[in-house]
């Protein structure tokens, strides 16, 4: 599924509150910096959906809940400069897997802004207090390869501790 939204960007405004958020409250994500894979650098979160606001969850079409979470990808070849330039992918086999090992395919929808800016969302249940491992697998736009990497990262209902 493709959105595109072409006014301010809600989407790269929400991006930064929510790695704000999540550097001061959430202190359990294990990895936070940029995956590199050759001339790709891939970023990643992921943070409880009641994090939106229910306008910005409705405006993108998103599930919204105290104990559903999203995952946040976005792909940049940075062959030509540190800021590099985003890019559309293909995402084959995600999921996430909770301690019990119970796994659930992730379903990435792809919010463009522009050409400036390419997301990929995916919604996934958690209960209270849950670790939740994700197993990312990508293949980016220009690649001949897929990546994958995994991170974990502990959930609260509500955001309550």
Do not use: C
């Amino acid at each position: 599924m493709k959105i595109r939204f072409s006014q301010i960007s809600l989407f790269a405004l929400l991006w930064v509150f929510v790695s704000g958020v999540m550097a001061a409250q959430e202190g359990r994500i294990l990895d936070r910096a940029p995956k590199q894979f050759g001339d790709f650098e891939v970023s990643f979160s992921a943070f409880p959906s009641t994090f939106l606001t229910p306008d910005i969850a409705k405006a993108f079409k998103l599930n919204r809940g105290p104990r559903t979470g999203l995952v946040n990808i976005a792909v940049r070849n940075v062959k030509r400069s540190e800021t590099g330039k985003a890019v559309t992918a293909v995402f084959d086999g995600s999921k996430s897997i909770n301690l019990l090992g119970q796994q659930a395919g992730l379903d990435f929808k792809e919010i463009k802004e522009g050409d400036n800016a390419i997301y990929y969302l995916a919604d996934f249940r958690f209960s209270h207090e849950e670790m939740i491992r994700f197993d990312i697998s990508l293949k980016p736009e220009g690649s001949n390869r897929t990546h994958s990497f995994q991170f974990r990262q502990q959930f609260y209902e509500d955001g309550k501790q």
